[in-house]
């Protein structure tokens, strides 16, 4: 078994995590990492391949601009491949959806370059779902889901913290997130969860949510590392903490996560400032990843940190609270047994805990706990009864809580014992990786890739392309297209000449005979859902079957025909594989409203909208970028030497990505105004093929 998995964000290496660097280096990471060296342990697992994004950039290591990383511990196995995304520097994801699209040709490229395609692709968050969507779409690969933390949760949280819709937008780009997770949700063969919290509160506020295709596997934890204090094991990391200390004999209160407005840090303090109980009995050791200057770090993190620094001043709680700089991730086992030779407490304050591998963590260490009760903790700690669940803003049922088990030396042994038997019995990593590739086995067997009607990708004897619109973009410069099909005969052995069209073949046929357009060698038709080749139109009949997955043509007109604004095209417009509307923008619903509508009754399909009347509803797996990805592919002609003109909303999937694009002068603005400031996609003064030939010589694009 080849296993694929994809985790874009935050700062990836194999060794010396730098968790809590960031809002995006953090559990994510760690869980991807732990669940292949487990995976890796099993004989039928032949390779397992994580990719992340290729970073250079001088503010953070060297390692992150490695393109390939073995995994120290299974090196013939496991390895971490960098495909270049975007620019060089280090990016937080919110500013990455620009770059996936570049990202997922570099990698469906570097694929093809592989002895083999993979068996299953496991996307993490957004923003991998959004990768495997596309990926699964044009190899027919199937996909598996991890959310992690979901972005309509994010938003309902956000709402309740004071935020604007439009404040949200700007700070998460939440839309595309959610986007992105909708569509993952209605390909995904199976998402994992690690919560039934998970699955009942966030995943069902999607529209594709459906419990048949969902999971539930808690995270493991590695019992070899986290483990009881043992013996007189001297912990160096108490050295560390000491100078903080006026009594350091006292119990220790351990918080450990990311600064993080969510992770509740501020209340804690709060609750430990106004509590002269609770600093009698304990003193608190704030973690809170790693600094050297409070000054340098990113603006949440920085007012994270410097409102703790102010609370422990306005409480004077000086001697009594703990927060060194540093850590080392070898460090944290330590820390946690440390604080348990200490009887001291583990407390998860959070707002919200997606899962809480912390806790588990803690929990293995002979640790009691004190977490929220909203997400995974409640799950965590019915299993293991080593703890108490509270109210995260109830600042006195949190100083309850802890002095409950820090008072009672029953309670807590009680605590103590029972999370060390109940990690064993149910969060081991190796029954998490056994229960995982048991699922992966059904998936993988149900699955029909298009590796098997490509075994060998075929030589194309031009090395370039160029693929255009027809109706506005190649059409409505009669003087021009003249001058570009000229050139097209002048290059005819040089360049492969393609049309991309929602028109059905027949009537594109009509038009260009009209035009006295020559018959392309790759004819796109019916928004991507027909592929032809050559003068023969010898048609792509594996590409039929392909986009037929989950495809429902009746239920989409039933769906839609009562909306508003919507009129059904002429039957010749019509085909099994598009459903195509005249759109009165007066009168209907936004794209988006229908996207949505249709994403209710859990329809699986892309939708475009083009010239800003002419709505069109086909497979998920098809569009003109999907069919033209895969019909270069075949043809062996590189994406970096395939220049693509559009110039409305149906043709920006073609225009994304290593593609060299250009938006004609007679451009739709409203429909693809977010193009602008994008890598490799030029906006031409010159409208339609005059505007074409303005990017042939501004790409300099035959030499």
Same mark, same amino acid.
């Given at each position: 078994?080849?296993?694929?998995?994809?985790?874009?964000?935050?700062? &990836?290496?194999?060794?010396?995590?730098?968790?809590?660097?960031?809002?995006?280096?953090g559990?994510?990471?760690k869980?991807?990492?732990?669940?292949?060296?487990?995976?890796?342990?099993?004989?039928?697992v032949?390779?397992?391949?994580?990719?992340?994004?290729?970073?250079?950039?001088?503010?953070?290591?060297h390692?992150?601009?490695?393109?390939?990383e073995?995994?120290?511990?299974?090196?013939?196995?496991?390895?971490?491949?960098?495909?270049?995304?975007g620019?060089?520097?280090?990016?937080?994801?919110?500013?990455?959806?620009?770059?996936?699209?570049?990202?997922?040709?570099?990698?469906?490229?570097?694929?093809?370059?592989?002895?083999?395609?993979?068996?299953?692709?496991?996307?993490h968050?957004?923003d991998?779902?959004?990768?495997? =969507?596309?990926?699964?779409?044009?190899?027919?690969?199937?996909? @598996?889901?991890?959310?992690?933390?979901l972005?309509?949760?994010?938003?309902?949280?956000l709402?309740?913290?004071?935020?604007?819709?439009q404040?949200?937008?700007? %700070?998460?780009?939440?839309?595309?997130?959610?986007?992105?997770?909708?569509?993952?949700?209605?390909?995904?063969? #199976?998402?994992i969860?690690?919560?039934?919290h998970?699955?009942?509160e966030?995943?069902?506020?999607?529209?594709?949510?459906?419990?048949?295709?969902?999971?539930?596997?808690?995270?493991?934890?590695?019992?070899?590392?986290?483990?009881?204090?043992?013996?007189?094991?001297?912990?160096?990391f108490?050295?560390?903490i000491?100078?903080?200390?006026?009594?350091?004999?006292?119990?220790?209160i351990?918080?450990?996560?990311?600064?993080?407005?969510?992770?509740?840090?501020?209340?804690?303090?709060?609750a430990?400032?106004?509590?002269?109980q609770?600093?009698?009995?304990?003193n608190?050791?704030?973690? /809170?990843?790693?600094?050297?200057?409070?000054?340098?770090?990113?603006?949440?993190?920085?007012?994270?940190?410097?409102?703790?620094l102010?609370? @422990?001043?306005?409480?004077?709680?000086?001697?009594?609270?703990?927060?060194?700089?540093?850590?080392?991730?070898?460090?944290?086992?330590?820390?946690?047994?440390?604080?348990?030779r200490?009887?001291?407490?583990?407390?998860?304050?959070?707002?919200?805990?997606?899962?809480?591998?912390?806790?588990?963590?803690?929990?293995?260490s002979?640790?009691?706990?004190?977490?929220?009760?909203?997400?995974?903790?409640v799950d965590i700690?019915?299993?293991c009864?080593?703890g108490?669940?509270?109210?995260?803003?109830?600042?006195?049922?949190?100083?309850?809580?802890?002095?409950? #088990?820090?008072?009672s030396?029953e309670a807590?042994?009680?605590?103590?014992?029972n999370?060390?038997?109940?990690?064993? %019995?149910?969060?081991?990593w190796?029954e998490?990786?056994?229960?995982?590739?048991?699922?992966?086995?059904?998936?993988?067997?149900?699955?029909?890739?298009?590796?098997?009607?490509?075994? &060998?990708?075929?030589?194309?004897?031009?090395?370039? $392309?160029i693929?255009?619109?027809?109706?506005?973009?190649?059409?409505?410069?009669s003087e021009?297209?003249?001058?570009?099909?000229g050139?097209?005969?002048?290059?005819?052995?040089d360049?492969?000449?393609?049309?991309a069209?929602?028109?059905?073949?027949?009537? $594109?046929?009509?038009?260009?005979?009209?035009?006295? @357009?020559?018959?392309?060698?790759?004819?796109?038709?019916?928004?991507?859902?027909? @592929?032809?080749?050559?003068?023969?139109? %010898?048609?792509?009949?594996?590409?039929a079957?392909?986009?037929?997955?989950m495809?429902?043509?009746?239920?989409?007109?039933?769906?839609?025909?009562?909306?508003?604004g919507?009129?059904?095209?002429?039957?010749?417009?019509?085909?099994?594989?598009?459903?195509?509307?005249?759109?009165?923008?007066?009168?209907?619903?936004?794209?988006?409203?229908?996207?949505?509508?249709?994403?209710?009754r859990?329809? =699986?399909a892309?939708?475009f909208?083009?010239?800003?009347?002419l709505?069109?509803?086909?497979?998920?797996?098809?569009?003109?970028?999907?069919?033209?990805?895969?019909?270069?592919?075949?043809l062996?002609?590189?994406?970096e030497?395939?220049?693509? %003109?559009?110039?409305?909303?149906?043709?920006?999937?073609?225009?994304?990505?290593?593609?060299? /694009?250009?938006?004609?002068?007679?451009?739709?603005?409203?429909?693809?105004?977010?193009?602008?400031?994008?890598?490799?996609?030029?906006? $031409?003064?010159?409208?339609?093929?005059?505007?074409i030939?303005? $990017?042939?010589?501004?790409y300099?694009?035959?030499?």
């Amino acid at each position: 078994m080849y296993l694929l998995f994809i985790s874009v964000h935050g700062l &990836v290496r194999g060794q010396d995590l730098e968790l809590g660097r960031d809002a995006d280096t953090g559990g994510q990471i760690k869980y991807v990492l732990e669940l292949i060296r487990s995976l890796c342990r099993f004989d039928e697992v032949e390779r397992v391949d994580l990719v992340t994004r290729l970073v250079r950039d001088a503010s953070v290591y060297h390692d992150y601009g490695r393109a390939i990383e073995p995994i120290t511990e299974f090196p013939d196995k496991a390895r971490i491949v960098r495909i270049e995304g975007g620019p060089n520097e280090y990016l937080p994801k919110e500013q990455l959806w620009d770059h996936l699209d570049i990202l997922c040709d570099n990698l469906i490229e570097w694929l093809y370059g592989q002895p083999r395609m993979p068996d299953v692709i496991h996307g993490h968050y957004a923003d991998g779902g959004y990768i495997s =969507t596309r990926i699964a779409s044009q190899l027919g690969i199937p996909f @598996i889901l991890t959310g992690h933390s979901l972005g309509r949760d994010k938003r309902k949280q956000l709402l309740a913290q004071g935020m604007s819709h439009q404040e949200i937008e700007e %700070a998460y780009n939440i839309d595309r997130r959610i986007n992105a997770e909708e569509m993952s949700l209605a390909n995904a063969s #199976l998402v994992i969860a690690s919560t039934h919290h998970e699955v009942k509160e966030q995943y069902s506020l999607y529209n594709y949510y459906d419990p048949s295709r969902m999971v539930v596997i808690p995270p493991g934890t590695d019992l070899d590392v986290f483990h009881p204090p043992r013996g007189k094991e001297k912990i160096a990391f108490a050295e560390k903490i000491k100078h903080f200390l006026t009594d350091d004999s006292k119990p220790l209160i351990l918080a450990l996560s990311r600064p993080d407005e969510r992770k509740n840090i501020l209340t804690l303090i709060e609750a430990f400032g106004k509590s002269q109980q609770l600093q009698s009995r304990a003193n608190l050791l704030i973690i /809170a990843g790693n600094r050297d200057d409070i000054r340098e770090m990113d603006s949440s993190s920085k007012s994270v940190l410097v409102n703790i620094l102010m609370l @422990i001043d306005t409480y004077n709680l000086y001697g009594k609270v703990a927060v060194p700089k540093q850590h080392g991730a070898n460090e944290v086992p330590k820390i946690y047994r440390m604080v348990a030779r200490s009887r001291g407490v583990f407390i998860n304050p959070a707002l919200t805990e997606p899962f809480g591998l912390t806790l588990l963590e803690a929990a293995a260490s002979g640790l009691p706990v004190v977490a929220t009760e909203n997400g995974g903790p409640v799950d965590i700690v019915a299993n293991c009864k080593n703890g108490i669940l509270i109210n995260p803003l109830d600042k006195a049922a949190m100083v309850r809580a802890l002095l409950k #088990l820090l008072r009672s030396d029953e309670a807590w042994e009680r605590a103590a014992e029972n999370g060390i038997r109940g990690v064993h %019995a149910h969060y081991s990593w190796h029954e998490h990786a056994r229960v995982y590739l048991d699922k992966v086995n059904k998936i993988k067997a149900k699955a029909k890739s298009i590796e098997v009607a490509l075994p &060998v990708r075929v030589r194309y004897y031009r090395n370039r $392309a160029i693929f255009s619109s027809l109706d506005d973009d190649l059409i409505g410069n009669s003087e021009a297209l003249a001058s570009f099909v000229g050139m097209l005969r002048k290059y005819r052995k040089d360049v492969a000449f393609g049309i991309a069209t929602a028109r059905r073949i027949d009537s $594109a046929l009509a038009i260009m005979r009209k035009h006295n @357009i020559p018959m392309p060698d790759i004819l796109i038709s019916s928004m991507g859902t027909r @592929i032809h080749y050559g003068a023969e139109l %010898a048609e792509d009949d594996y590409w039929a079957e392909h986009i037929n997955h989950m495809w429902n043509d009746q239920l989409v007109r039933r769906t839609l025909s009562d909306v508003p604004g919507l009129v059904l095209q002429q039957l010749h417009e019509q085909t099994s594989f598009k459903v195509s509307y005249h759109y009165s923008p007066e009168k209907a619903p936004s794209l988006q409203e229908i996207v949505e509508l249709l994403q209710r009754r859990e329809i =699986t399909a892309n939708s475009f909208l083009s010239m800003g009347q002419l709505l069109d509803i086909i497979p998920s797996r098809a569009s003109k970028g999907l069919a033209l990805r895969y019909a270069t592919q075949r043809l062996g002609i590189p994406l970096e030497n395939t220049l693509v %003109a559009g110039g409305s909303g149906g043709d920006e999937d073609m225009i994304r990505g290593n593609t060299l /694009a250009v938006v004609i002068g007679n451009r739709r603005h409203e429909e693809l105004s977010q193009l602008v400031d994008l890598e490799r996609v030029y906006f $031409a003064d010159n409208e339609h093929a005059a505007g074409i030939l303005e $990017a042939i010589e501004h790409y300099n694009f035959f030499a």
